[in-house]
């Protein structure tokens, strides 16, 4: 009963805060621009802020989209990235956000156990394919490439090479093992998830 009610408390929290969080943006990018509008026009317009601000999103949204190339905006999220307080501020949202992305990300991914970053110590990864065949040599047998995402923000992480036979499957769903690594193994899945799945 308690285990349920913190599943459903965490899944919750991670629901609410990047939904929030986007909230309190928006909010503050309504108000910036409606004191912006309204310190020129004479008398209050009602809504005005609020089609401003749709405007600017399918403006900002369009020009991502349509004219501005993939490698620009690349090098634009770069840039943010090296503006000390910005950068916190960024990668933290942009985390938040990217859960919602998740199930194009990792949703058909096989969630495994690995030894990493030695023997002794376990991480949880996602299988992403099998390594280019130009790595496919020596006598360790077929390399998986096997993503370890990190806490806090569990969108970076490494990539590692590892044998398939030094990876055990996971009865686990990939939205449960983000769920264990965001929480730092505070959330619990269901029993029966480090067996391999049938």
Do not use: C
């Not at 690349?74 to 199930?103: A, C, N, W």
């Amino acid at each position: 009963m308690l285990t349920t009610a913190w599943k459903i408390f965490l899944t919750g929290l991670l629901l609410i805060v990047p939904a929030w969080a986007t909230l309190f943006i928006l909010l503050a990018l309504f108000r910036a621009l409606d004191s912006l509008v309204g310190a020129y026009i004479p008398y209050p317009v009602p809504g005005l802020g609020v089609l401003l601000l749709v405007l600017l999103l399918l403006f900002a949204g369009a020009l991502s989209t349509h004219v501005l190339d993939q490698h620009v905006l690349e090098r634009l999220e770069r840039r943010l990235e090296r503006i000390p307080l910005v950068q916190s501020i960024y990668l933290t949202l942009k985390g938040m956000t990217d859960l919602f992305h998740f199930r194009s990300r990792f949703g058909r991914s096989t969630v495994v156990a690995f030894p990493f970053p030695r023997d002794g110590l376990w991480a949880l990864g996602f299988v992403m394919g099998t390594a280019p065949a130009a790595l496919q040599i020596g006598t360790l047998g077929r390399l998986l490439m096997v993503f370890v995402p990190t806490a806090i923000h569990p969108f970076t992480g490494y990539l590692a090479f590892v044998p398939e036979d030094h990876v055990h499957r996971l009865n686990l769903l990939p939205e449960d093992a983000m769920k264990m690594e965001f929480s730092a193994g505070l959330f619990k899945p269901q029993r029966g998830w480090l067996q391999s799945p049938r």
